[in-house]
């Protein structure tokens, strides 16, 4: 089965290129399309509403360019929004939520962190995940400040690392084991955290499961890619430089106003 249409890939940001790359890896023959909403990061302070909104608008504008699917690459709009955009949209949806499963089984401490925005943590998605596991604590952390601080390209600041000591040394000493990164932007984040956590302590972040299930939607329901894939196509409506910086200035960004 081919299908020689594009993957879709949204964020509140620059933060899902960690997903983005991650299936790109997975699936170099595969054209892609990029969309990061930085005019509207970050989408974790904003209502559900808001959200449902703003996620509704990606995916028209992902599907104005005939994308075969759509990866939403954040995790609070997966856990806010992939269900109202499943109910009104009949292409393929393929969300990002916080890898809770692998690190509570793993977890020998039975203790876990979760660093994570207010819109992920609220929602009903995640609060149903976290109730399947009642024999582990799960430390919850909202990372209040990071995504601006990375939308602004500041990701080796001070105030980055005050900020990201502040949060995970409370979650140290309550004995995790497994640090779930729950936001699409906090993988580039991983250099400085392992500065501050102990070696012991293992980070888990969700890129390699969603390019997996990405190959399995093609393989099983839309079909892959089979003429040559060029170049990914990166759209940005706010700041385009700071999503080329985190690209490694690789690929052209165009900025779009939507």
Request: charged letters at 20%; one cysteine or more.
């Amino acid at each position: 089965m081919t299908n020689n249409n594009s993957i879709g890939v949204f964020d509140s940001g620059i933060g899902g290129t960690s997903i983005w790359n991650a299936i790109h890896q997975l699936l170099p023959n595969e054209k892609t399309i990029y969309l990061a909403d930085s005019k509207n990061a970050p989408y974790g302070q904003k209502t559900k509403e808001e959200i449902v909104t703003l996620s509704k608008k990606n995916v028209d504008f992902l599907l104005d360019m005939d994308c075969k699917l759509i990866v939403i690459a954040c995790n609070t709009a997966t856990t806010n929004a992939i269900k109202e955009l499943r109910d009104q949209y009949s292409i393929p949806f393929i969300g990002i939520e916080p890898a809770i499963k692998p690190a509570a089984i793993k977890s020998k401490t039975h203790t876990i962190g979760i660093l994570a925005t207010q819109g992920t943590l609220n929602s009903e998605l995640f609060n149903k995940a976290t109730e399947i596991y009642q024999d582990i604590k799960i430390i919850e952390q909202v990372g209040h400040g990071l995504v601006q601080l990375i939308e602004n390209g500041d990701l080796n600041s001070p105030e980055m690392t005050l900020l990201l000591e502040s949060y995970l040394k409370p979650m140290i000493e309550a004995n995790i084991d497994y640090l779930v990164l729950g936001c699409s932007h906090y993988p580039y984040l991983i250099p400085q955290i392992e500065k501050i956590l102990p070696k012991h302590i293992h980070i888990i972040d969700s890129g390699e499961a969603v390019a997996k299930q990405t190959q399995n939607i093609l393989r099983e329901k839309v079909g892959f890619n089979n003429e040559p894939a060029g170049e990914p196509v990166f759209y940005s409506n706010s700041n385009p430089k700071v999503l080329s910086d985190i690209l490694g200035n690789k690929y052209k960004v165009e900025e779009k106003v939507f």
